[in-house]
């Protein structure tokens, strides 16, 4: 069973820094392919970031690339978000998301397994 939970939301200025946290409690943390999606408003919810199972592989969506670093812990069961240069069109509602099979890992409607979300606001 897999129970995911992010970090409280945030307020950070442009150019600034954040990492945003995700914990799994059931258990399964170690088997899953795990992302980070986000939603902004009046907009579909998004992919930003993916790493497999083992770490050795990311994926990044164009806007992200050189900015953002996905990265997972599984003796803690949590998986990082490290956003740096924040632009304001990060502002977004975030998501940790997750699933077992490896296809398609830069579409957020294929993740299974969803956290509430957590707002990040990039002020100017």
């Known amino acids: 069973h897999v129970q995911l939970g992010e970090s409280g939301g945030e307020m950070v200025q442009v150019g600034g820094s954040l990492r945003r946290t995700c914990a799994d409690s059931?258990?399964?943390?170690?088997?899953?392919?795990m992302a980070w999606c986000r939603q902004s408003a009046a907009q579909e919810r998004e992919f930003v970031a993916a790493?497999?199972?083992?770490?050795?592989?990311?994926h990044y969506t164009d806007s992200v690339k050189g900015r953002v670093t996905i990265s997972r812990d599984d003796a803690k069961n949590k998986l990082y978000l490290q956003m740096n240069t924040l632009k304001p069109e990060d502002t977004a509602v975030y998501y940790c998301?997750?699933?077992?099979?490896?296809?398609?890992?830069?579409?957020?409607?294929?993740?299974?397994?969803w956290g509430q979300g957590t707002q990040v606001t990039v002020s100017s």
């Open positions: 998301a997750a699933k077992y099979n490896i296809f398609n890992l830069k579409y957020a409607r294929v993740y299974d397994y």
């Open positions: 059931g258990g399964t943390f170690s088997t899953l392919i």
């Open positions: 790493i497999s199972r083992d770490g050795d592989s990311t």
